[in-house]
Nanobody, 129 residues
Framework: HVNLVPSGGGSVQAGGSLRLSCAASKDIYDNYYCMAWFRRAPGTEGEGVAAIAKDGSTFYRDNVKGRFTISQDKAKNTLYLQMNNLKSTDSAMYYC??????????????????????WGQGTLVTVSS
């Protein structure tokens, strides 16, 4: 049973934009404390990109601040990541994830070093320079 289904990946030239979506099951959306996007490029460690707590607080890694925006539509149980001014270094498989067990995950410093407990499959973003 897949609870998080991402979409929206694709190929774009540097400077372009993409919006990733992640449809969450009702069970996830009723019980999450924090939802997040992670990414992993080939041959690298995964890294947290952005996170959003249930109260709407947002968190970003430094090199996407001002370019990426995480948001959610609670009526649609959907998480988004708007990515603008994309760079070739943003190329990676992007994963959406949710934390349903630790209420301090977003604001208590656990993101991004600690993996959330629920993961979706990835969606590939390729940025050509």
């Amino acid at each position: 049973h897949v609870n998080l289904v991402p979409s929206g990946g694709g190929s774009v030239q540097a400077g372009g934009s993409l919006r990733l979506s992640c449809a969450a099951s009702k069970d996830i959306y009723d019980n999450y404390y924090c939802m997040a996007w992670f990414r992993r490029a080939p041959g690298t460690e995964g890294e947290g990109v952005a996170a959003i707590a249930k109260d709407g607080s947002t968190f970003y890694r430094d090199n996407v601040k001002g370019r990426f925006t995480i948001s959610q539509d609670k009526a649609k149980n959907t998480l988004y990541l708007q990515m603008n001014n994309l760079k070739s270094t943003d190329s990676a498989m992007y994963y959406c994830a949710a934390e349903t067990q630790n209420p301090e995950y977003c604001s208590g410093g656990y993101w991004p070093a600690t993996a959330p407990n629920a993961w979706g499959q990835g969606t590939l973003v390729t940025v050509s320079s």
